[in-house]
């Protein structure tokens, strides 16, 4: 039996994913007036007095809401948001496996901008933090930018941010094994989309001065007919020699390769085009835009993709639960670009300079570290940059 089947069967089984287990007992008529009414009155009133010991006195300090629109999700495209579910139900397992984080699948009829911000804001205050998932570019910075003026509480897009945070780690550790500097490389982004956009900011943030952001239409420059918004606006940050031309002149003595973008878009010529000891991150999945057995013949001296049956996996697992599990334990109000730096290092810095090698360089997705590590490095990133609440 294949994967596919063998998880839709299972699916069949469990009948969703997650359930909601009572933390407070309620057997007898005493433990029921505590956890319930008479007594019950007593902590509502003491939030209606501070609305901030919501977080004390029920499990909102603990609880992240994981929503979409359906319009984006995996590689299936815009299949609606009740069809979403089972990834968003798989997600909030992750939460809890990975950083001890309670978390709940919504999934939301709606397409709109204004509806979409309208809805998470309202239900916001029973949370401790929002996780967007699988909502469709260009729609999903601007909720994304919106939410985050509007809500007191952490909001990230983890198709952007979670996969920014471990390509950096990955970059960082796959340079440092082919001993050049990030301030040095050349790095190609293929994919202008929620991902290849939020890799690009993280990697300048990280000291990569030179990126070349590609599209379907090639390498994209300042003014360059047809492209608008999050696209313009990153063509203003990148490719600082203005190159023009396709993905393949673009790859010419380029360094790195990041890949956010479709299957089978790189050759192997591109790659032996590509300076000595070049890096391939080819991500798309489950097909990746090269495989690795290509990329190392032609020339590459570290290959990492999407997938777990090849090395180097860039796994958003990395991520994601140890960054709201140090946002969570120090309330914060955001999770701001110094945190998401913080979460790159720690992920990166678990593994030695002796540990290192072409085919080892990020922690695997059950190393029992990385959340704990994740976690301690975003609380006090959280605490340094002033959003820290506790």
């Known amino acids: ?100 984080v309670d978390a709940f699948p919504l999934c939301v009829r709606t397409k709109d901008v204004d509806e979409l911000v309208r809805t998470i804001y309202l239900i916001s205050g029973s949370f401790g933090g929002i996780n967007l998932e699988d909502i469709a570019a260009p729609r999903c910075f601007e909720v994304e930018r919106r939410l985050k003026e509007l809500c007191d509480i952490p909001v990230f897009h983890d198709d952007q941010h979670g996969t920014a945070v471990v390509t950096g780690a990955a970059v960082i550790n796959a340079l440092k094994y082919v001993d050049k500097q990030m301030s040095e490389v050349r790095c190609v982004i293929n994919g202008a989309g929620s991902a290849g956009i939020a890799i690009a900011v993280l990697l300048l943030k990280l000291g990569v001065k030179d990126i070349v952001m590609c599209d379907r239409s090639g390498i994209l420059y300042e003014d360059k007919p047809g492209i608008n918004g999050s696209k313009a606006e990153i063509s203003l940050m990148t490719n600082r020699n203005r190159i023009k031309g396709t993905l393949s002149d673009a790859m010419r003595g380029a360094d790195v390769f990041i890949g956010v973008s479709a299957p089978g878009v790189v050759t192997a010529d591109m790659v032996k085009s590509m300076a000595k000891n070049a890096v391939v991150l080819a991500m798309s999945n489950p097909d990746p835009e090269i495989y690795p057995d290509e990329a190392i013949a032609a020339g590459a001296a570290v290959v990492g993709t999407g997938r777990s049956d090849f090395p180097n996996q860039i796994n958003n697992v990395l991520a994601f639960p140890g960054i709201f599990r140090g946002a969570l334990d120090v309330r914060a109000s955001d999770i701001n670009d110094e945190m998401l730096i913080a979460a790159s290092n720690a992920i990166a810095g678990l593994l030695t300079n002796d540990e290192l090698s072409a085919d080892y360089i990020l922690p695997t997705a059950f190393d029992t570290r990385v959340g704990k590590s994740v976690a301690e490095a975003v609380s006090a990133a959280a605490r340094k940059s002033g959003v820290a609440r506790i």
Request: proline share 5%; glycine share 8%.
């Open 1 to 100: 039996m294949d994967i596919k089947q063998l998880a839709l069967e299972k699916h069949y089984e469990w009948k969703g994913k997650v359930e909601i287990t009572p933390r407070a007992q309620v057997k007898n008529s005493e433990q029921l007036s505590i956890a319930y009414t008479p007594g019950v009155a007593q902590p509502c009133l003491e939030i209606q007095k501070d609305i901030t010991k919501s977080f004390e006195l029920t499990r909102r300090w603990n609880t992240v809401a994981v929503i979409t629109d359906g319009s984006a999700v995996l590689g299936l495209g815009d299949i609606g948001p009740e069809a979403g579910m089972p990834v968003m139900e798989g997600k909030c397992c992750l939460f809890k496996e990975f950083g001890q």
